[in-house]
């Protein structure tokens, strides 16, 4: 299957509205990079990239006290949130950039680790991101990534309001130019990219005591009607506010329901660079 051509950075689905950052800034190192933790060691040099609010690259920057992180994102805006994040820890080994993961404005060879949470999959071209990542990382350097995936997403009981959610998610983020399904597809881009020690895993959220449902069925019914994907997805004539509100009321009551559980599946990949 021949590689697809470099193009920009894709539409970000999500944009950064309030019941976006929710999700985000919930996110940790240990929930959300405990593949790549064992690898960390005090001096490293990282480079955390798509940092949004800047939980995770604030995690990254206290296991790496001897070391330094440089968090960067293609949103100016959200880059004041991360600040603010790792000021409020006292951080003083991280700094923050705007950047596309496309064309990284970084030397060759300049950090020990070159780390992507939940980026590949709003990009245009993520066989040439992780080519991208290969460059700046040093020789024997780590290329961690990891990616929801969609399709694999699976809940209890059975909703046809969060199925119509599911399809109409894919199809808004495919017409943006990402690929939602992206945790299936980290080891092949990887081997596109010319990358070959490749451990691939996987990892899993899962949402299901009352407090966990609450949460997560409520930043995504809020998500469905008064964020960019909602407006994505009507200006892009895949859904009407009638419809929108439908699938944000199929999310509440699930999250109502005392059987309900959600899993989220994420595929993993950890690479070294060559020598």
């Given at each position: 299957?021949?590689?697809?051509?470099?193009?920009?950075?894709?539409?970000y689905?999500?944009?950064?509205?309030?019941?976006v950052?929710?999700?985000?800034?919930?996110?940790?190192?240990?929930?959300?990079?405990?593949?790549?933790?064992?690898s960390?060691?005090p001096?490293?040099?990282?480079l955390?990239?798509?940092?949004?609010?800047g939980?995770i690259?604030?995690?990254?920057?206290?296991?790496?006290?001897?070391?330094?992180?440089?968090?960067?994102?293609?949103?100016?805006?959200?880059l004041?949130?991360?600040?603010a994040?790792a000021?409020?820890?006292?951080?003083?080994n991280?700094?923050?950039?705007?950047?596309?993961?496309?064309?990284?404005?970084?030397?060759?060879?300049?950090?020990?680790?070159?780390?992507?949470?939940?980026?590949?999959?709003?990009?245009?071209?993520?066989?040439?991101?992780?080519r991208?990542?290969?460059?700046?990382?040093?020789?024997?350097?780590?290329?961690?990534?990891?990616d929801?995936?969609?399709?694999?997403?699976t809940?209890?009981?059975?909703?046809?309001?969060?199925?119509?959610?599911?399809?109409l998610?894919r199809?808004?983020?495919?017409?943006?130019?990402?690929?939602?399904?992206?945790?299936?597809?980290?080891r092949?881009w990887?081997?596109?990219?010319?990358?070959?020690?490749?451990?691939?895993?996987?990892g899993?959220?899962?949402?299901?005591?009352?407090?966990e449902?609450?949460?997560?069925?409520?930043?995504?019914?809020?998500?469905?009607?008064?964020?960019?994907?909602?407006?994505?997805?009507?200006?892009?004539?895949?859904?009407?506010?009638e419809?929108?509100?439908?699938?944000?009321?199929?999310?509440?009551?699930?999250?109502?329901?005392?059987d309900?559980?959600?899993?989220?599946?994420h595929?993993?990949?950890?690479?070294?660079?060559?020598?």
């Amino acid at each position: 299957m021949p590689e697809p051509k470099p193009r920009e950075t894709a539409v970000y689905t999500h944009g950064h509205h309030e019941s976006v950052l929710r999700s985000h800034t919930w996110r940790t190192a240990e929930n959300s990079a405990a593949y790549l933790l064992g690898s960390l060691k005090p001096h490293m040099r990282i480079l955390d990239i798509g940092c949004g609010p800047g939980t995770i690259t604030a995690d990254l920057a206290a296991l790496v006290p001897d070391g330094h992180v440089t968090g960067v994102d293609r949103a100016p805006e959200i880059l004041d949130r991360a600040r603010a994040t790792a000021a409020g820890r006292g951080l003083g080994n991280v700094d923050f950039a705007v950047a596309d993961v496309h064309a990284l404005d970084y030397p060759d060879d300049t950090f020990c680790v070159v780390h992507a949470h939940q980026v590949l999959q709003h990009v245009g071209d993520p066989v040439q991101a992780l080519r991208e990542m290969k460059r700046v990382a040093r020789p024997n350097g780590f290329i961690a990534v990891r990616d929801s995936d969609y399709g694999a997403m699976t809940w209890y009981p059975a909703s046809p309001g969060m199925d119509d959610w599911l399809d109409l998610y894919r199809r808004v983020a495919r017409a943006n130019g990402g690929e939602p399904d992206a945790g299936r597809r980290l080891r092949s881009w990887a081997l596109r990219a010319g990358l070959t020690d490749i451990t691939a895993t996987s990892g899993t959220w899962t949402f299901a005591t009352p407090e966990e449902r609450e949460w997560w069925s409520g930043l995504w019914a809020d998500r469905t009607v008064a964020s960019s994907y909602a407006e994505r997805a009507v200006g892009g004539g895949h859904a009407t506010p009638e419809r929108l509100r439908a699938v944000s009321a199929a999310w509440r009551e699930w999250g109502n329901r005392e059987d309900g559980w959600f899993s989220v599946l994420h595929g993993e990949i950890l690479c070294r660079k060559e020598a």
